[in-house]
């Protein structure tokens, strides 16, 4: 019985973390949606649906880090293209994607570098 509980307990956790509904989650569980309310009152079970989610994040944005050297080696073949209207949209697509992306890099080792700052302190 344990076993079967700790295999709904997952298909919940994973529905939720994939965005379902309350509703569409419970049925997926097999339970009701008052118990997804109750489960989602534990901390723990947030925090499980919260770590599913980021992991879930986690993959797809690999994927897509995947496909963006490829998308980058089109960009950069648009910039020699004939017409003049898909020469200019490359090239600020380039400079736009490529503005971002820094400031996406520099937010990101901004935050690293306090959340160590964080965790010094608590030490």
């Known amino acids: 019985m344990a076993g079967n509980g700790r295999r709904n307990g997952d298909t919940l956790a994973l529905a939720l ?29 947030r925090k499980r649906v919260q770590t599913l989610r980021a992991e879930m994040i986690g993959r797809a944005l690999g994927r897509m880090a995947d496909g963006m050297t490829l998308a980058a080696d089109v960009l950069r073949e648009l910039l020699s293209a004939d017409a003049e209207s898909v020469r200019l949209g490359a090239a600020r ?5 490529g503005l971002k992306l820094r400031d996406a890099t520099e937010t990101e080792d901004r935050l690293a570098a306090l959340e160590m700052h964080a965790e010094r302190g608590k030490q």
């Open 17 to 45: 973390a994939a965005g379902d509904s309350i509703a569409d989650a419970a049925a997926k569980a097999g339970m009701s949606e008052r118990t997804v309310y109750r489960r989602l009152a534990d901390p723990a079970f």
């Open 93 to 97: 697509s380039i400079l736009d994607l």
